[in-house]
């Protein structure tokens, strides 16, 4: 089952914008693309966005996803401290009846 | 309020077996497929299991096939996993997890070690 790929580091200025990418196989986003979660240390995972950019109640709007293709994307704008976390994307890999998740990115807020 | 609550971690020596348990309330249980999601200390989440909502569907990781078996008693709102034949490479704190991914238990530490 392979999984989905990405950038283990991404570094940005406070107030910025960071960029996250995920990787997969062709089709493994299909019609909905990836599903992102955030976890700060010794928490369990929050959800942040599914199926299309749909974000959960209390997700702020600064947070915000799209894909196209194979590469599924999340776009986190006025970075705030609280940001610094590490994010995953997952999604359900058809081909193989699975959920994958990517290795996961560490977001430091500098 | 949604709570996914999990039991039964613990230390195991290798090849022996565990039985988790997931406690949910807060929604209509029956209604939702719902996952194990394991996290090896220091590294990235890792599907394990996955379960419909009839439990009549049931999806495994390679990792864990053919020796964790998920299942649901719906008239009791609990998630299960039995584990056997456990190596040291299943060490990780093991979350119960709607399918969605909106809503995670706190986890429960399985240590696998001689």
Known sequence: Q???TQPPSVSKGLRQTATLTCTGNSNVFGDQGAAWLQQHQGHPPKLLSYRNNNRPSGISERFSASWSGNTASLTITGLQP????????????????????????KLTVL | ????????????????????????????????????????PGKGLEWVSGISGGGGSKYYADSV????????DNSKNTL???????????????????????YWGQGTLVTVSS
């Open chain 1, 2 to 4: 392979a999984g989905l």
């Open chain 1, 82 to 105: 609280e940001d610094e976390a590490d994010y995953y994307c997952s999604a359900w890999d058809s081909s193989v009846s699975a959920r994958v998740f990517g290795g996961g990115t």
């Open chain 2, 1 to 40: 309020e949604v709570q996914l609550v999990e039991s039964g971690g613990g230390l195991v020596q290798p090849g022996g077996s565990l039985r988790l348990s997931c406690t949910a309330s807060g929604f209509t249980f029956s209604n939702y497929a719902m996952s194990w999601v394991r996290q090896a």
């Open chain 2, 65 to 72: 096939k053919g020796r964790f078996t998920m299942s649901r």
């Open chain 2, 80 to 102: 299960f996993l039995q584990m056997n034949s456990l190596r040291v490479e299943d060490t990780a704190v093991y979350y119960c997890a709607h399918d969605s991914g909106a």
